[in-house]
């Protein structure tokens, strides 16, 4: 373990980040100081849309753009003054066809301004958002829907047959972004917004509940994650601190709003600090995507590594056809940041990528490298000045550095969930002796920097060593001929388990049996002889959900010839 340590550390850039003094943040930062930014510490008056959208038109900055959309097609730009009319309007008309508040309305459609508006506008009266990947289909949809008991769905005309709506007593009715009004049941976007732009907004409590997010099924059945409004606190924070948003910054984040980080990192951190977010739609082309960076002279760019990875697939001199120099940094959330990624980011762009931690169930970032914080490549970094992280054993000790165990978290932060929808006993189930257990491998060195290992369940038992699959992997992908690696643990006789390397290769290779020993070579002199897979599988492709993790679970089920569960969150 800790060979990752190893590598090269990135020293902390610019004097001019937002978050200067690690250690000082940590002793002296809290969650309730933080709250003192926001409108409701002085009017207690609460609701997530006016603290992101109306304040900033309030404090005469209306005029400011808040969101600028392109899919190569559609082009569109919105202040923060049109987006807070027209999510009152949406908002009006939602409560003309009787949603109230604490009811859900689900979103089930591609990227686009109409989505965002609809978030808005759902929240604004205090119902509770629940936006869907539009990958989904019908069986996983009605999943959803049923589960939630949602009473309307905003959708297009494209993804309408794959609501089940005689199978959703709940349902009331459908809004239509594009086609024709069917009666009183399906309505279309535009007819709904035809009400008065009239200013709306409901009060809430800071616990009352804003969004319903279910998880990506990396590790079983999604959980229906219900997110307050006072995530907000947490959110801006992350976005001030971890992103390091400034004023004038041009901000895009990538992930889809079906996801938490698509919300909370591409809705809430952006405009609760007031900068202009970009919005892309359509699907991943990495023309496209180094174009966006350029066209909208992106300064802050939040991805994931699935993304990153198939931007390095793409080749070194296409990102020198773009002038991306505006871009101060980059941000990667959702799956362990290999270290080969991070070179690639210095080599072919120039740039750093910060990688930072967090679960749809803790809402924003918990873990992060921080610009005032040396990066340490592979390394998910420190935690977030306010929250209390650290590595326990399955009883719930607290263990010392280098012990690798489940990472967990000290309730509460602003944006954790306070229940699972639906379910109370898995809610119950996260806690241990006064911890949240994340279900995450980890561990925590001597300078307080933690280590993703693998999921609980992924971790390896071989020989007696515990070995996790993120660093086999990153060593995997460190090797010329490797593009993506999936590793399990395959039941063994004699030594628990053997390593069983799942990969897929760059172009140019071809499967042979020197090249699978050179592979292992390489990863048994570079990392351990006790890490290196004994059992080499290529593939065409990995399986992964639909947010891009790779899917572990599903590639031991095949070997073992297992039941595969719930696939409803898997790719194509
Ligand atoms: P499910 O809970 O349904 O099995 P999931 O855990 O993938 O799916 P999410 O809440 O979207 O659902 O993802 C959270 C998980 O993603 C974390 O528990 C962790 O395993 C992984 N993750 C997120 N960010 C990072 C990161 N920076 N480094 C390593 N892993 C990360
Ligand atoms: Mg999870």
């Not at 509460?412 to 229940?419: E, I, N, R, S, V």
């Amino acid at each position: 373990m800790g060979t990752n340590a190893l590598e090269k550390e990135l020293m902390p850039t610019g004097t001019d980040a937002n978050l200067q003094n690690y250690e000082e943040a940590v002793r002296t930062a809290g969650w309730e100081k933080a709250a003192e930014h926001f409108t409701w510490f002085k009017t207690g008056k609460v609701n997530m849309v006016h603290e992101a959208i109306d304040r900033h038109v309030e404090e005469g900055k209306g005029d400011k753009k808040a969101l600028l959309y392109t899919d190569g097609e559609r082009e569109e730009e919105y202040t923060y003054s049109e987006l807070s009319k027209l999510s009152c309007q949406f908002a009006n008309g939602l409560r003309s066809k009787g949603i109230e508040k604490g009811d859900r309305v689900f979103i089930f459609m591609p990227r686009s301004p109409e989505l965002y508006i609809s978030v808005l506008g759902i929240l604004r009266i205090g119902a509770i958002a629940g936006p869907l990947f539009e990958a989904f289909m019908e069986e996983a949809v009605k999943d959803r829907l049923q589960d939630s008991g949602a009473k309307a769905v905003v959708t297009t005309p494209e993804l309408l047959s794959r609501i089940p709506v005689d199978e959703l007593p709940d349902l009331q009715f459908v809004i239509l972004v594009g086609g024709d009004e069917k009666g009183e049941n399906i309505v279309t976007f535009n007819g709904l917004m035809n009400v008065s732009d009239e200013h709306v907004i409901e009060w809430m409590e800071r616990e009352d509940g804003m969004l319903l997010h279910y998880t990506s099924g990396s590790t079983g059945k999604p959980k229906g994650i219900l997110q307050v409004h006072d995530a907000m606190i947490h959110q801006y924070v992350a976005g001030k601190w971890v992103y390091d948003l400034h004023e004038d910054d041009v901000y895009w984040c990538t992930a889809d709003p079906g996801w938490v980080t698509g919300t909370s990192a591409g809705m809430w951190s952006p405009w609760l600090n007031g900068v202009t977010n970009v919005l892309r739609g359509g699907r991943f082309k990495a023309e496209d995507w180094y174009k966006t960076l350029e066209k909208f002279n992106v300064t802050v760019w939040f991805s994931a590594p699935t993304a990153f990875r198939m931007l390095m697939a793409s080749g070194n001199e296409l990102p020198k056809k773009y002038d991306i120099s505006k871009v101060r940094h980059i941000l990667s959330a959702g799956e362990p940041l290999n270290p080969e990624v991070i070179r690639w980011g210095m080599d072919s762009l120039n740039r750093r990528i910060h990688d930072n931690w967090w679960m749809t169930e803790t809402g924003s970032s918990i873990c992060a490298n921080f610009r005032c914080n040396p990066i340490r490549p592979g390394s998910m970094g420190k935690p977030v000045p306010g929250i209390t992280m650290t590595i326990i054993d399955d009883d719930g000790n607290e263990l010392p550095p280098r012990h690798m165990g489940n990472l967990a978290i000290k309730p509460k932060w602003p944006a954790m969930l306070p229940q699972v929808w639906n379910n109370k006993e898995r809610y119950e189930s996260y806690f241990l002796n006064g911890w949240f257990v994340s279900g995450d491998s980890a561990y925590r060195d001597e300078d307080g920097y933690f280590w993703f290992e693998g999921r609980v369940d992924d971790v390896i038992n071989t020989s007696g060593e515990r070995v996790g699959p993120f660093e086999v992997e990153s060593k995997l992908v460190e090797h010329p001929a490797v593009a993506e690696a999936g590793v399990i643990g395959v039941p063994d006789p004699v030594r628990g388990e053997v390593i069983k390397a799942f990969i897929t290769l760059r172009e140019g290779y071809e499967e042979s049996e020197e090249l699978m020993v050179e592979i292992r070579n390489f990863v048994k002199t570079r990392l351990a002889a006790h890490a290196a897979p004994r059992m080499f599988e290529v593939r065409e492709t990995m399986p992964k959900t639909r947010s891009g993790k790779i899917m572990r679970r599903v590639l031991k089920a095949w070997e073992l010839g297992l039941p595969t569960g719930d696939l409803s969150t898997m790719e194509d």
